[in-house]
């Protein structure tokens, strides 16, 4: 049988509350009710927009970044909790599959955290960037392996990367092995210069024709009074503007309705997962057009810990320990190898038959 299915999917570009501890919620409160209003079921807001992403990084010394790098501590999410409790309630209240970047405090650290709500409100994947980028090392931790997961959604397989995960191959291969459909991209907006907007849009289109899917992708906007509150010099406040590339891809590379790449709004579009198929029948990147025999990705995909026990029956990954109750010659290869202090990153296995 033919893919009859038809999904309509929104990407928001909207502007952080940068003062209020909850009115970047309310922002995206809102947001989803309007999309539910023009009959949306699946809708993506921009990188850790909840509160806020940590603009005052890129632009300060981290001598100068400790008051604002507490304040995002105080207002950061914690899951589950409140913010995401309230999440929960729209998505299950307007049937509406929401993903949504936030700040998660995890104790004494924050991480860059991509949710994927069902549209019965459950959480079905809450996922950490695995590497934050040149500034946001200072701000966030790293995530692990099993946040590399594609999730059955009730409009079909999702997967979630944010920001330069896209330049990161292996990641997206893995996404891809997973065969999503629909892939939530998110970056920050408002960042770098026009430069980085066309980069975002090589990245995106490429990734939507590599891995035959769907690619929605939103980033933030600021306000040039938020610009102003943010830097008080008018040299740095360039580095607070362009960069935003809001846009939904068809598995074919092309822009399914026009980008948003200044001010607030958001793109509503009809996919058409038929093209799926269309795509993939001529390059399936993961299937026909593959060589597993030569080139295959061995992943790690087990959370990671700061202390294991050794009673448990499965143990999460540590640094230097591959241990796992079904050994398998790869982790055990794997494991042998002389790595560092992370075990976190996936790796090429180079076959030798």
Known sequence: MP??????????????????????????????????????QFIVFPETFVPWYPYFSFVRPPVQSGAEHIRLYDHAVVVPGPVTEAVAQAAKRHAMVVVLGVNERDHGSLYNAQLVFDADGSLLLKRRKLTPTFHERMIWGQGDGA????????????????????????????????????????????????????????????????????????????SEEQIAAISPDEGLRKGLRGGCM???????????????????????????????????????????????????????????????????????AAAGDMSDESPDPARAALGDADRAADQRVAVLRSSTR
């Open 147 to 222: 946040g590399l997961k594609v999730v059955e959604t009730a409009v079909g397989r999702v997967g979630a990367l944010a920001c330069w995960e896209h330049y990161n191959p292996l990641a997206r291969y893995a996404l891809m092995a997973q065969h999503e459909e629909i892939h939530a991209a998110q970056f920050p907006g408002s960042l770098v210069g026009p430069i980085f907007g066309d980069q975002i849009e090589v990245t995106i289109r490429h990734h939507a024709l590599e891995s035959g899917c769907f690619v929605v992708n939103a980033t933030g906007w600021l």
């Open 246 to 316: 809001t846009a939904i891809v068809s598995p074919e590379g092309s822009h399914v309705v026009p980008p948003l790449t200044s001010g607030e709004g958001m793109l509503v579009a009809d996919l058409d997962m038929a093209l799926i198929v269309k795509r993939k029948r001529m390059m399936d990147s993961v299937g026909h057009y593959a060589r597993p025999e030569l080139l295959s990705l061995l992943i790690d995909d087990r959370p990671t810990a700061p202390m294991i026990s050794r009673n448990s029956s499965r143990l999460p």
């Open 3 to 40: 893919d009859q299915r038809k999904v309509r999917v929104a990407a928001v570009q909207i502007a952080p509350d940068l003062e209020a501890p909850t009115g970047t919620l309310d922002r995206v409160l809102a947001a989803i009710g309007e999309a539910a209003g023009k009959g949306v």
